[in-house]
């Protein structure tokens, strides 16, 4: 098979696009459903990134592939979600900015793990060594197998979403984020709850942060700022955190019309890509965020629809 | 007092101040050892305080609040957390008008009766089981109570209040404490409340009730509790607290009555 006429940008641009919309959906479960501000989505999926990466390289492992793989991922899963447990719990009594800060003072201390641990993680340098669990032939055809598995990665998380929004569980999320007192006087286990969450979510978070580990084959400090952080959330928020797709819309036109559309479709020269582009991409997503929240909280899809999906599921 | 055993809330040497300023200092009460006991005082008499304390919403600065259950056992509320209240019987509404605004009125009834077990992150077919289960119960609150439309949400403050007291009664409390649960609401609304107060105080929960309308004391209660400036000065019967001296001063007389 020949894929002479696909551009190995786009398959790993529509990557990205593709990994950003299942952190937003994850994401969503957090702020929209429960809304627990989470401003450190990049150090959950980054802890992932680096787990994953440190065991695949570092550890001799006894057995080949996809074991070497399906261990490192589920330890960097795993990694993720005990980091959620704990994240989850030192903010599940602050208010919304004590979780920003808390959640944002999480990455940066994965951050500065990630650049001392230099010996495992390779600090500034980077580490290389990370590769797929098979091998098609090519490069290309690899990193398009691996694209088609994260699409498929993501499509459950977005079933799964999908599917909370239609179960008590999501019902409970619902009612600790309109007002968690009440729902504790319910004899809800509110904490409980919103530790289960982060746990299942953030280990989410991590493995998608291993996947992309596997996609990029390579480990670089400069993936742990703040960028991906602000594309989930730019995205979620403008496409409306309330909602199933909210993530899904709103990414793609916020990633994917940079990391896509204008990279591939818009003739600008060259040097604009690496330059101006991803410096504009920042600066937009950020201005973009103060526009949404100050014009439409809501974003573009709007306030949750209860009382259509209860009719739907409940009438007749 | 029935024959069978009720739930009843010990109140021992609880004192609570804001400010300075003691707002509760019951030296001793029991409350909810009759079918369907008032709190009676004027505003500001701590009476909500009280309720809140002993929910654990508020911790008092000093003293014991007990539980009696009716199976015979004894919890100590002011170490329990407000979440595992209710499941050993002990609910409240709110005084204050309180709702979830994004969830619908079926929502809510559906989430009261709701267990961990269908409310756990994977379970598929959680939600069907919920609704066959608990179906028939909320049906007929919903048609008793004549909610239009349960898959909307809660709009006007009846409608909220209301749906706070179907709430506590899908709990399946022994004990309930309603603080207020007539303000606001319609008279035929009001009317099926308290049906439904007297319905579910004879089936054996114990119902404390803060109330303003005295003709609803008067009526619905087996006794009174009367509360004054933080602290409990009698319990008796209705009639009895009606011809009080020191109730009329301080409550009754001073445009109530
Ligand atoms: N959170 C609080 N902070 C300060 N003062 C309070 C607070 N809650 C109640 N109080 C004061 O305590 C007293 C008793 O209030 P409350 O228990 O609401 O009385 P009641 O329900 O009998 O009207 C009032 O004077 C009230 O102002
Ligand atoms: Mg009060």
């Known amino acids: ?44 999926w980054g802890l992932g990134l680096y787990t994953f990466g440190v065991l695949y390289v570092q550890v001799d492992w006894p057995f080949g592939e996809p074991w070497q793989f399906l261990f490192s991922a589920l330890a960097a899963s795993l990694a993720a979600a005990l980091a959620g447990l ?65 699409t498929a990665l993501v499509g459950l998380i977005l079933g799964y979403v999908w599917w909370v929004h239609r179960t008590p569980y999501g019902r409970l999320l619902i009612a600790i984020g309109s007002n968690e007192p ?35 084959r390579f480990l670089d400090i400069g993936s742990l700022d703040v960028g991906i952080t602000l594309a989930a959330l730019a995205g979620l928020i403008l496409g409306g955190t309330a909602r199933v797709w909210g993530a899904v819309i709103g990414v793609l036109l916020t990633v994917g019309l940079f990391d896509i559309v204008i990279q591939f479709y818009v003739p600008l020269p060259q040097e604009w890509f690496t330059q101006a582009i991803p410096v504009l991409r920042e600066a937009v ?25 209860i009719r739907a599921m409940h009438d007749g | 007092m029935g024959d069978q055993r009720r739930s009843s809330i010990r109140v021992e040497q609880v004192q609570k101040s804001y400010a300075g300023r003691m707002v509760v200092d019951v030296d001793e009460l029991v409350l909810g050892d009759v079918p369907i006991e008032g709190l009676l005082g004027p505003n500001g008499a701590g009476k909500t305080t009280l309720m809140r304390m002993v929910m654990n919403s508020v911790s008092p600065d000093a003293g014991r609040i007990t539980l009696n259950s009716s199976d015979g056992s004894t919890t100590t509320l002011s170490s329990l957390p407000t979440h595992k209240m209710a499941h050993h019987g002990v609910v409240k509404s709110t005084q204050v008008i309180t709702d979830f605004d994004q969830l619908t009125i079926l929502d ?22 919920l609704m066959s289960a608990n179906e028939d119960e909320i049906r007929s609150y919903l048609e008793r109570f004549g909610f239009a439309d349960a898959t909307a949400i809660a709009m006007s403050a009846g409608e909220k209040k209301l749906l706070d007291i179907l709430r506590c009664l899908l709990l399946k409390p022994s004990i309930l404490l309603l603080d207020e649960p007539t303000a606001g609401l319609p008279d035929e609304v009001t009317a099926k409340v308290l049906e439904v107060i007297r319905e579910l ?36 019967d209705p009639a009895s607290i009606r011809a009080n001296a020191t109730v009329i001063e301080k409550y009754l007389g001073a445009g109530h009555g």
């Open chain 1, 1 to 44: 098979m020949s894929l002479d006429w696909l551009d190995a940008f786009l398959v790993s641009g529509t990557f990205g696009v593709v990994e950003i919309v299942g952190l937003g959906l994850l994401l969503h479960l957090q702020v929209g459903l429960t809304r627990i501000a989470n401003f450190g989505v990049v150090g959950f």
């Open chain 1, 86 to 150: 704990v994240v989850a719990w030192l903010i599940a009594d602050l208010d919304s900015d004590g979780a920003l800060v808390g959640t944002l003072g999480f990455s940066a201390i994965v951050l500065i793990l990630a650049t001392t641990q230099d010996q495992l993680t390779g600090g500034a340098l980077g580490l290389g060594g990370l590769g797929f669990p098979y091998d098609l032939g090519t490069t290309k055809a690899n990193e398009l197998l691996w694209l088609a598995l994260m």
């Open chain 1, 182 to 216: 009440l729902a504790r006087s319910m004899g809800k286990h509110t904490t409980g709850a919103k530790l289960t969450l982060f746990a299942i979510t953030c280990g989410l978070m991590g493995l998608l942060g291993a996947m992309h580990g596997v996609m990029v």
């Open chain 1, 285 to 309: 997503f950020g201005a973009l965020l103060v526009v949404v929240l100050l014009f439409r909280p809501q974003g573009l899809l709007g306030q949750m629809r209860r009382s259509k999906l």
């Open chain 2, 108 to 129: 809510s009834m559906l989430l009261a009766v709701a267990t961990t077990g269908h409310e756990f992150p994977v379970r598929p077919g959680a939600e069907r089981s």
């Open chain 2, 201 to 236: 105080a004879a089936d054996g929960t114990s119902v404390v009730i803060v109330e303003h309308d005295l003709d609803v004391i008067w009526e619905l209660c087996d006794e009174v509790t009367f509360m004054a400036e933080g602290r409990v000065l009698m319990k008796d």
